[in-house]
């Protein structure tokens, strides 16, 4: 049976890193694994992270730090709570199942 977790990452680098447990740890295929911003706006999170950090603008000085990150995983077979201990160790603000 197929369905899909939907999961949100504060920072475009915590999104990242969780794609490449879940493909890496537990198998998923990556063509399974998307990521977009969760509004209709281009963001790269919440807050800046790794390289990101020094050089971000302050919040409402142009930069694009005003959403969240969306990472959607579609299931067929796989474990769905490795799956999502893998992703909330990679720093998942929510889980949702759909």
């Known amino acids: 049976m197929e369905s899909t977790l939907i999961v949100e990452f504060a920072s475009r680098r915590a999104a990242e890193l969780a794609v490449e447990h879940v493909v ?10 998307f990521v977009q911003p969760t509004g209709a706006d281009n963001t790269a999170g ?16 142009g930069g694009k ?10 299931f067929h077979d ?19 199942m759909r």
């Open 24 to 33: 890496q740890e537990c198998g998923v295929p990556r063509s399974d694994v």
């Open 78 to 96: 796989e474990d769905t709570k490795q799956v999502t201990e893998a992703l909330k160790s990679a720093g998942a603000k929510t889980v949702r």
């Open 65 to 74: 730090l005003e959403g969240t990150i969306e990472v959607s995983v579609d």
């Open 46 to 61: 919440k807050r800046p992270a790794g390289a990101d950090v020094k050089s971000s603008p302050e919040p409402g000085e």
